[in-house]
């Protein structure tokens, strides 16, 4: 069973960037595929981003396509969201997610298809 921890939150102008860091430990990181998703107060948790067991495959949500980038580190436990072009609307707890794929190369979006998930970090973008 994996354990997630995500870090790199924090509070930014309109514009900018931040990088969210996820720790995964307690599993063979390399066979899980990762998502990262988002909440904003009384919303759904939404699908951000999610890259294949390998990394070579990534897919974004339109929302932020082209200013998001989702990458992985399987030497080093780790998943990353780039998150470039910052805008308010992009206020949200963000998730780091989990689920077993090995060898698979299908996109994981929606909630219900992870198994595991971090407690989230929050990212506040001021206008």
């Known amino acids: 069973q994996v354990q997630l921890v995500e870090s790199g939150g924090g509070l930014v102008q309109a514009g900018g960037s931040l990088r969210l860091s996820c720790a995964a430990s307690?599993?063979?990181?390399?066979?899980?595929?990762m998502g990262w998703f988002r909440q904003a107060p009384g919303k759904e948790r939404d699908f951000v981003a999610t890259?294949?067991?390998?990394?070579?495959?990534?897919f974004h949500a339109d929302s932020v396509k082209g200013r998001f980038t989702i990458s992985r580190d399987n030497a080093k436990n780790m998943v990353y969201l780039q998150m470039n072009s910052l805008r308010p609307e992009d206020t949200a707890v963000y998730y780091c997610?989990?689920?077993?794929?090995?060898?698979?190369?299908?996109?994981?979006?929606?909630?219900?298809?992870?198994?595991?998930w971090g407690q989230g970090t929050q990212v506040t973008v001021s206008s």
């Open positions: 997610a989990a689920r077993e794929a090995p060898g698979q190369s299908f996109y994981y979006t929606k909630y219900d298809q992870y198994n595991y």
């Open positions: 890259i294949t067991w390998s990394g070579t495959g990534t």
């Open positions: 307690g599993g063979t990181f390399s066979v899980y595929a």
